[in-house]
């Protein structure tokens, strides 16, 4: 039964599994069993749970382990749809990155842009923002390039990708940012009329796994 896996058999590093352990967690929830060892083998992903499942060290686990074989420049930007939503996906990715001195940097509306965009120059490993803020750090300064990322995230997807969301314009200037070759994960808590969008950001080849119904 999935509740007896254990996170050392999902084929993440010790240190991950040890991180995991000191933070109380004894066993990954389903989203975790099913989607990390598909994104640890390079697969885009669509990962669909309801709230409370477990769906940022779904991501989180999975990109530290690979930023630690290949370390540089900013190697993952995660996008959400809130500020609060950030900072909560920041602290799970603080919790285990600590173990190897994770840089990250928060880029949300509310804060200084001169700060944020020194921050950005600094080459931190996660990139975690809100896409209007992002937006407007990529069409105002060029003190950072997310040309070399590894990862895109879009956590809440389906709020993202919703139409009259307002991020239309602004992910469209993130997009075009980025490189075409990427590994894309998308999570949500619900993919309902937005399923055909999510399906274009990720790649042709995308493994997706929704929860079963209680
Ligand atoms: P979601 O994004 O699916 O709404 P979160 O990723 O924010 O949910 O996780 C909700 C809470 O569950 C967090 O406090 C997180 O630390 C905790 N959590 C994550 N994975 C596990 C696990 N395997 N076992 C127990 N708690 C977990
Ligand atoms: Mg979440």
């Not at 949300?108 to 992002?134: F, N, W």
Request: proline residues 5%.
């Amino acid at each position: 039964m999935d509740i007896m896996e254990s996170f050392s058999d999902l084929k993440l590093n010790s240190w991950i599994v040890r991180q995991c352990e000191a933070m109380g967690l004894k066993h990954p929830t389903p989203i975790q069993i099913n989607c990390i060892p598909r994104i640890l083998s390079g697969e885009d992903c669509i990962g669909c749970a309801k709230t409370g499942s477990g769906k940022t060290l779904a991501f989180a686990l999975p990109i530290l382990q690979k930023l630690c074989e290949e370390p540089y420049g900013i190697f993952a930007l995660v996008l959400t749809p809130t500020r609060e939503l950030a900072f909560q996906i920041a602290d799970q990715f603080a919790v285990i990155g600590k173990a190897v001195n994770l840089k990250q940097c928060i880029i949300t509306g509310g804060m200084d842009m001169v700060q944020q965009g020194q921050e950005l120059s600094k080459k931190p490993h996660i990139v975690i923002a809100t896409p209007g803020r992002l937006a407007d750090h990529l069409e105002s300064c060029n003190t950072f390039s997310l040309k070399k990322i590894k990862f895109l995230v879009l956590d809440e997807a389906d709020r993202l990708l919703a139409g009259g969301g307002g991020f239309d314009k602004q992910l469209k200037i993130i997009f075009s940012a980025l490189p075409r070759i990427r590994q894309n994960l998308l999570f949500s808590a619900t993919i309902t009329d937005t399923l055909e969008k999510v399906k274009q950001v990720a790649s042709n080849k995308v493994f997706m796994w929704e929860a079963p119904a209680e």
